[in-house]
């Protein structure tokens, strides 16, 4: 187990790696890395969880394979993460992927993920997914090129995506009523800073958090132009599940309690919100 103190560094330090060495990760790595996969937590835990470990070394072009952007370049392995399941599937899927990806950055590996929700059907078939499996990204993974130009070129290929780019705290944190922009009080700060630098599809970062009587609650948005131009809304579902796990993730780097409750769309104590946000979880600390 890592010092706590590394698993938040690592939330934090994790970027899309898009140039990696050619070589495979040693047997030794790979093994870990199956352990990893195999520890991911669950959102909800009727759901199942799978991965095919793949190499990559007869590279098809997952990109277009897979309906993503960007170009990426000798990625050794990858990660095809699908689900089968009645509840929060998306979520949940986004939720189990990051804690993976989180983890191979505290490992000194890289990874990005390749979106698929826009091919899932032809993915499905092409990837022998069972009936009914949703998929929404593969995660490449290896180590990141260590060469100058390799660096740069992660550098500058995450620049002109606009990766590096997050939105300032104000315009995802609101306090008490979601048209007031806010500070998170110290408590949660860490927390939110974890939320805030996930990874999403496009980079939209679909999250809005409300903090409402000691209480904190996650929205994504709806019909968000980026996620039109990803080829599919139910992104937001996903990624939201990827900023919960990095939430997950920090509490227990933290040393902090805490967990999250699914909202099915009708219960009381949902806020008022707009149209154009969608209510997905309230987390419960202790
Ligand atoms: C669901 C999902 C799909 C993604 N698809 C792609 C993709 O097809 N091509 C790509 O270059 N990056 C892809 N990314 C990476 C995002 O562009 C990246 O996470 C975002 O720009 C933020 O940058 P960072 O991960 O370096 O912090 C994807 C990320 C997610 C979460």
Known sequence: ???????YEAILARRSVRRYEKRPLDEATLAQVREIISGAKPLIPENRFEV????????????TVLGGYGRFYTPPHSLA??????????????????????????????SCYIGALKQEDKVRVRFGLPKGARIAAFLVFG???VAVGGRTF????????????????????????LDNPAAPPAEISPLI???RVAPSGVNAQPWRFLWRDERLYLFVTRNNLKYTMAGSQEYALHDGGICMANVT??????????????FEGTEPDIPDHPADLHPLATLVMR
Do not use: C
């Open 193 to 195: 800073e974890a939320a």
């Open 1 to 7: 187990m890592l010092p706590r103190g590394d698993l």
């Open 249 to 262: 993730l920090a509490l227990e780097a933290l040393g902090m309690e805490g967990r999250w409750v699914m």
């Open 52 to 63: 095919l470990v793949r190499d990559e070394a007869a590279s098809e072009d997952l990109v």
């Open 143 to 145: 180590r990141p090129a």
């Open 81 to 110: 993460p699908y689900m089968l399941g009645e509840e929060h599937v998306l979520e949940d899927l986004g939720y189990r992927s990051e804690q993976i990806a989180v983890r191979l950055a505290a490992l000194g590996i890289g």
């Open 154 to 177: 992660n550098t500058l290929m995450r620049r002109s995506l606009g990766g590096h780019k997050r939105l300032p705290v104000e315009r995802i944190f609101l306090q008490d009523t």
